[in-house]
């Protein structure tokens, strides 16, 4: 091996049924498909979003382990992202990983944006770096 985390990955395949229902688990019951992408194996990129009550969006994105044209990831794993209403990027973390054969889910997440301040959204995100 060359050093590459990337060579050599080989992530099961999950359907679009199966990464729903991980989004259900997360509280994710009504969303807008932002994109949805699959190759010779299947499904490798989903990103949903979730409007808030204040203009900012809630963005969740599913990705397999591996290497495609839009991005890398080490490992399959579903991260959130924090939009305020400008469409800029206020926070994020990751909110379920596939290890070792099983989801973790990496919980608990903020609470939704729409009930948090900017400033409350910069702070909890702060915080989480700061793990």
């Known amino acids: 091996m060359n050093g590459n985390p990337f060579e050599g990955i080989h992530e099961p395949v999950f359907t679009p049924e199966e990464v ?27 990103d949903i979003a979730i409007p808030g009550e204040d203009g900012g969006t809630e963005e969740y994105s599913y990705m397999r382990g591996g290497r495609y044209p839009e991005g890398q990831a080490s490992i399959t794993a579903i991260h959130k992202v924090f939009y305020d209403k400008d469409g800029t990027p206020i926070g994020g973390q990751s909110v379920a990983k596939y290890i070792e054969g099983e989801w973790i889910l990496t919980l608990p997440t903020p609470p939704r944006l729409s009930s948090i301040t900017r400033q409350e959204a910069y702070e909890i995100w702060i915080n989480q770096q700061n793990e």
């Open 20 to 46: 729903q229902e991980l989004f259900e688990q997360l509280g994710v019951r009504e969303f807008e498909d932002v994109r949805r992408l699959e190759d010779e194996r299947g499904l490798y990129l989903w």
